[in-house]
């Protein structure tokens, strides 16, 4: 119908329209937990079509205090690590944690948030005799598993650490530490939406982190990271491509219109 001009030019409306719904999911998203901007950007293919390629902006995003013993937030680099119900080690800027019923730190979707529970120093040796009056060594080994105790109030402190409090008495008690990891190449991250991301090839291993105080990362508690998302710069981005959509869409239909004219003209001929 267009020809290949006409062709080059709807493909690039089409790009741009897609460009425009990523920038209208930016904008819906800047009060989401953890969102990272996504942006949309074309590269010429050998056959002279425009290939699409999508890639999320790790910067920082904004920090509110919301006071809750268990939101957290990452100010710097580096994720949280997370086990899905599958098994496989997820990373998440999205901190707005819980704790389950036996007393555990997980998502909001309960996937286990990874950490590194505080062992005894030397396991408690119990022996023991069984049936046949031979002792054995029962060795009393702490779940791997991070519990926070219903009577203890929990306080993270900025390098990951967990300590359980005693509101009695005060005595504070270390639990345990919360997994925080960087990458090589952030880029190389696979998006499974939600805020979740696994590594690649691309992105290298996880690494563990060096946050603290003083530190470039630090773990906040009480606070929670928004969406990265500027509305002025996406405003301003969106205005772009609707000037540009509305001078494609002009020019498809002087393209149209050429098109009709010759094929006038041709019938007139005939």
Known sequence: MYGKSGYQVLRSTENNLSALNKMVENISNINSVGYKRGTTTFAEALNGEANKYESKDFSQGPLRKTGDLYDLALEGKGFFGIELPNGQRAYTRAGRFKLTGEGELVTEEGYRVLADVEQAAV??????????????????????????????TAEI???GSINGIDSNTGEK????KI????FNNTDGLESLGKSYFVETNSSGPALEA???????????????????????????????????????????????????????TIGRSS
Do not use: C
Request: glycine letters at 8%.
């Open 123 to 152: 396991p408690a040796v119990l022996p023991s005799r069984n049936g046949n009056g031979e002792i054995d060594l029962n060795i009393k080994v702490k779940s791997s598993k991070l519990i926070i105790p219903a009577d203890l």
């Open 157 to 159: 402190t900025e390098d």
């Open 173 to 176: 008690k270390k639990i345990g």
């Open 179 to 182: 997994n925080v990891v960087v």
């Open 210 to 264: 060096d946050v603290g105080p003083d530190s470039s990362s630090r773990v906040k508690q009480g606070f929670l990271e928004f969406g990265n998302v500027s509305i002025v710069t996406e405003f301003m981005n969106m205005t772009h491509i609707k000037d540009l959509l509305g001078a494609q869409f002009k020019l498809l239909k002087a393209i149209d219109k050429m098109y009709e004219n010759v094929h006038y």
